[in-house]
């Protein structure tokens, strides 16, 4: 081997190992960025769970607020009742539910209401559209679907829906009979069965 050809070796080995060094760095960076990436994308994602969270959050307090503005400031609202923080959640066990609602006075002048609640769960057994008495399913007496309060009383119970129901909404019946210090009110309303 002629010493020129030796050069020529020992240049291209040197380049070689230039390359390899160059590699190594682009290999070392792309690493680094990768990592850096997915720190990112972890924040990013954590960043968006905890926005999730505080909507979530800010939505339950102005419900909280609604409440408490319809029980100390009836001025901003129609006089009556009215139902609010309505809530169907699943229980331990299949079909197992529980539910729970407040009446809330909204009368300006606020005076003790009294009167009682049906509760009623609207929807299909065996494709015909059918009603379950919901205190019945809940094992509640009467006495514990009457009201006598001034501001605001809760309502709450657990259930088992029958196999085959499919429920689509619960119909809640509020009635204020007539009496010497009160007329009589009466309301129906429907809310829409949960996403459970």
Not at 74 to 86: H, K, R, S, T, Y
Not at 137 to 146: G, I, N, P, Q, Y
Request: charged residues 30%; without cysteine.
């Amino acid at each position: 081997m002629s010493q020129w050809q030796e050069q020529q070796i020992v240049k291209q080995q040197a380049r070689l190992d230039d390359l390899y060094k160059e590699i190594d760095q682009h290999v070392r960076k792309n690493n680094y960025l990768m990592v850096e990436l997915e720190v990112e994308k972890n924040a990013a994602k954590q960043t968006q769970t905890e926005m999730i969270a505080l909507r979530e959050e800010v939505f339950q307090l102005e419900k909280e607020l609604n409440f408490y503005q319809k029980v100390l400031a009836p001025e901003l609202v129609a006089d009556g009742l009215a139902i609010e923080q309505f809530a169907v959640e699943q229980d331990k066990g299949q079909n197992r539910f529980k539910f729970q609602f407040a009446v809330v006075q909204t009368d300006s002048k606020k005076r003790n209401a009294k009167g009682y609640v049906q509760l009623n769960i609207l929807g299909y057994q065996e494709g015909k559209r059918t009603s379950l008495d919901l205190a019945e399913l809940s094992k509640l007496d009467k006495k514990d679907l009457r009201f006598s309060f001034r501001y605001f009383q809760y309502f709450e119970g657990q259930f088992k829906l029958p196999e085959g129901f499919e429920p689509t909404d619960v119909e809640i019946k509020v009635v204020q009979p007539k009496t010497k210090w009160q007329a009589y009110k009466a309301f129906t309303e429907k809310r829409d069965w949960p996403d459970l």
